[in-house]
């Protein structure tokens, strides 16, 4: 079965063409829009300030990891006196750059697992698709950056499982190593190496990966040792944030007043964000990170059991995969912060669906229309959703359950997949990596 049928890319080209001509043109354009945010002034305060010869944490606060500073100004912070306007035109080239780097990244490492070229070319148009309808959040903040380190060092791993070439394992090591260093969310990925080289039994691999991961965050440790007190604001910022209104928590709590079986909850900007204010909601922000935590755990043991379950050595890359994306969107959708940027970081695994065997396009165009269903959100109905307006809501709602739905049904065909040793996907895993 082919992975896009042409009749989908037929629709998808026009549709991407008018997105992308949407987005750049008129009043609504991401350079009109990113001139008159605040993320857009905070990039160019960082700007300023490692222009200026100022370190962060010892000179200045950020909500971010202390290195993604410098990701996100590079390479325009070798140049002083850039105006505010010019500053954020060649802060979208670099994201432009970024971009496109992934794609022909992506490129090399779906080449080099001898992925056909046709088969290529539909996995890359998908991504484009997503990253077009995503474009507002894509450009307009810094999250693409550590999503290119991500999807490329997965990638990377893969290969790594063909070639099994320690470089190349290291390097996908050290590129999950500086994406966690820019944002923190890929040390979620981390635990998913280091239960499937366990239990293939590369200990050598596990003494590699520590060692590597190690030398490469220690380089964040003068940051918070010269900046302890901004270190210190840093902790109390993530931990004191309370629930998101893009949130899967806040789709429930939503739906629950308009069925009159909650309270109204006030909605303030705080945070950098827009978030629900009501004693109940800041109890349920108080346990979804040890709830998320419960159920990555849950997740990472899951895996471990399909492993020893599964047969065929051939099955144990798709379930790999199935387990990044698993892990990522128990990430997204259980944690307090959903902000529109995150579904970036799920688009740029696209090449990943690929080794997903029959449910590959199915969950591909889920993904797709939860990329839709983002941009009515963010920006179109945006204003609706701070109104509760049952509109804004109902959109909220679908976007969120579809991703719930997409777990669990990647939960449960993870199940069925070690029950078929005859599978399309066996097939195809066992003509490119035995």
Known sequence: MNFIARREIIVLLPFCTACFWALFAGERSILNM????????????????????????????????????????FPWFFIKGLSLETFMSLYLIS?????????????????????????????????????????YSAFARYD?????????????????????????????????????SIKVYPLVFLPVIFIYEATQKRFANLLTMALVTGVLLSINIPFFIYGETYFLKFLDYQGGR?????????????????????????????????????????KIARYALPLTSLLLILNYLFFTLLIFLSRKKELFIPLLCRCFVCTLLIFLLFNKVFSPQYLVWLVT???????????????????????????????????????KETMAVVLLAMRNFLLLGGLLYLVFSSVKSIQKTDSPAAVVMEENYI
Not at 148 to 172: C, E, G, N, P, T
Not at 258 to 280: R, V
Not at 372 to 381: E, G, V
């Open 34 to 73: 990113f001139h008159s945010s605040s993320e857009g002034e905070l990039y160019f305060n960082l700007y300023y300030h490692l222009s200026s010869g100022q370190v962060p944490f010892a000179d200045f606060f950020i909500e971010y990891p202390p290195l993604s500073v410098y990701f996100i100004v």
């Open 95 to 135: 994201i432009g750059l970024w971009l496109s780097a992934f794609l022909y990244l992506a490129r090399k490492l779906l080449t080099l697992l001898s992925v056909q070229q046709a088969v290529i070319n539909r996995i890359l148009l998908l991504t484009f698709a997503g990253l077009v309808i995503l474009a």
């Open 144 to 180: 693409v950056i550590p999503a290119v380190f991500v999807s490329s060092a997965l990638l990377l791993y893969l290969y790594y499982q063909r070639s099994m070439a320690l470089k190349h394992f290291i390097l996908a090591i050290a590129l999950l190593s500086v994406a966690i």
């Open 242 to 282: 309370d629930i998101q209104i893009e949130s899967l928590y806040a789709s429930l709590w939503f739906l629950g007043e308009k069925l009159f079986l909650l309270d109204p909850a006030e909605i303030m900007a705080q945070n950098g964000a827009l978030e629900i204010i009501n004693h109940k909601a800041r």
């Open 349 to 387: 695994l696209f090449p990943l669906f690929f080794f997903f065997g029959d449910m590959k396009r199915s969950i591909s165009l889920a993904l797709l229309f939860s990329c839709f269903l983002t941009l009515l959100i963010y920006p179109f109905f945006y204003g609706d959703l701070i109104l």
